[in-house]
DNA sequence: TCTTAAGGTCAATAATCATTGACTTGTTGG
DNA sequence: CCAACAAGTCAATGATTATTGACCTTAAGA
C-alpha cells in the first residue's frame, strides 16, 4: 500500500477497534515487539495480533530493531482519539468553570468593598466570556444534547 | 443506546466508511432532510441510507423538524477527521515556513546593515524554534517518514 | 540434542457489514 | 381521487472482518 494514498476512512478504519485502539496506545508510550504486544494485550492467539496488526498497516511500523512503533500519521490517530475520548470533558470543565466564575463573584460581592469587587467583575467576565466563545463557538461544544434518532 | 456510554471504537466506527464522512461533512454545514441526503449523495437507494444512518447513531440526532444534524460528539468525530485529513499539510507548512526563514535571513544578510539584520535574525529564529518544537515535541510530526512494515 | 520462546503465516469458520430492491405509510398538488 | 414524492423499514445476498487453532522457521539455553 501507498502510504500516501491513504485516505481518512482507512485510518478511522485502522482504529474502530478496541484492540486496535490499545495497540494505538501502547506504541504511542514506546516501541514493543511482537511477544511483548500480545503479553500486555492479554491475548494467546498470534493469529488475531497478526490480524489487527496488519489492518493497521499505514500507521504502525517497524524500526530497525523490529519494534512496532506508530509513523506520523499513527500520531494524527492518536490525537483524534483522545479528542473524542475527551471531548464529554470539555462540557463538564465549562460548567465547573462557570459554576467557579457565579461563586466567586457572589463571594466578592458580600465580602469585599465596591471597587475592588468591580475590578473582579470585569476580569472574570472578561474571562468567561472568551471561555464561552472558545467552548460554543470554536469548538462547538454543547451543554445539552439533542434528542436521539429513535429507532428502538 | 445510552449516548454516555459509546466508546471511541464505535465513534470511529460510525466514521470509518467514505459515505459516512460525506454525510459527516453534510451534516456539519446545516441539517438535512432525508431525501436531501439522498440526492446530496447521489444515491438512489433509500435502505443504503438508512443503513449509514443506523450506523451514526451516537453522533447524529433528529431535530424537531426532523432534519438531520450532528451532536457534539459529532461535531468532535468532525475535527478528528479534519486533524487526519489536514495530517500532510502540516509537514508541507513547516517545509514552506523554514524555506521562508533560511531565505529570508540570507537575503537581509546581504542587503541590510549588521545592527538591523542581528534583530531580524533574532526575531526569526525565535520564531522557527518555537514553531518547531510545537510542531515535532507537540504535534509529533515527521519530515520523514519510517520505512513500511514489508508485507507485500 | 531437546525444549522453549520469538515472531510470525495460513485456512476455516462465525459474525458482521454493505448493497439491493421490494414494501409501507403518510403528505401534497393537480 | 390519483400520482408522485418523502421518509423510511425489512429481508436476502454477497463481501468483508474477526477469531481460533494449527503450523512454520529461527535462535537461545540446559
Known amino acids: 500500500m501507498n502510504d500516501d494514498s491513504m485516505t481518512s476512512d482507512e485510518v478511522f478504519e485502522a482504529i474502530s477497534h ?4 490499545e495497540i494505538l496506545r501502547l506504541l504511542a508510550r514506546k516501541p514493543v515487539r511482537f511477544a511483548d504486544l500480545k503479553r500486555k494485550l492479554r491475548i494467546e492467539s498470534s493469529g488475531q ?11 504502525v511500523v517497524t524500526d530497525s530493531d523490529g519494534n512496532y512503533t506508530l509513523n506520523d500519521r499513527g500520531y494524527a490517530a492518536l490525537t483524534a482519539v483522545d479528542m473524542v ?3 464529554g470533558w470539555q462540557r ?16 466578592f460581592i458580600l465580602m469585599v468593598p465596591l471597587g475592588w469587587w468591580f475590578v473582579i467583575f470585569l476580569i472574570t467576565t472578561a474571562w468567561i466570556l472568551f471561555y464561552s466563545y472558545w467552548t460554543f ?14 429507532n428502538e
Not at 463538564?92 to 463571594?107: D, P
Open 92 to 107: 463538564r470543565a465549562y460548567i465547573i468553570a462557570f459554576l467557579t466564575y457565579a461563586v466567586m463573584n457572589v463571594y
Open 18 to 21: 478496541p484492540m486496535r485502539i
Open 49 to 59: 495480533l497478526d490480524f489487527h496488526l496488519k489492518k493497521m498497516t499505514g500507521i
Open 137 to 150: 463557538i470554536k469548538r462547538r461544544i454543547r451543554l445539552r444534547r439533542n434528542g436521539e434518532i429513535s
Open 85 to 87: 475520548s475527551r471531548h
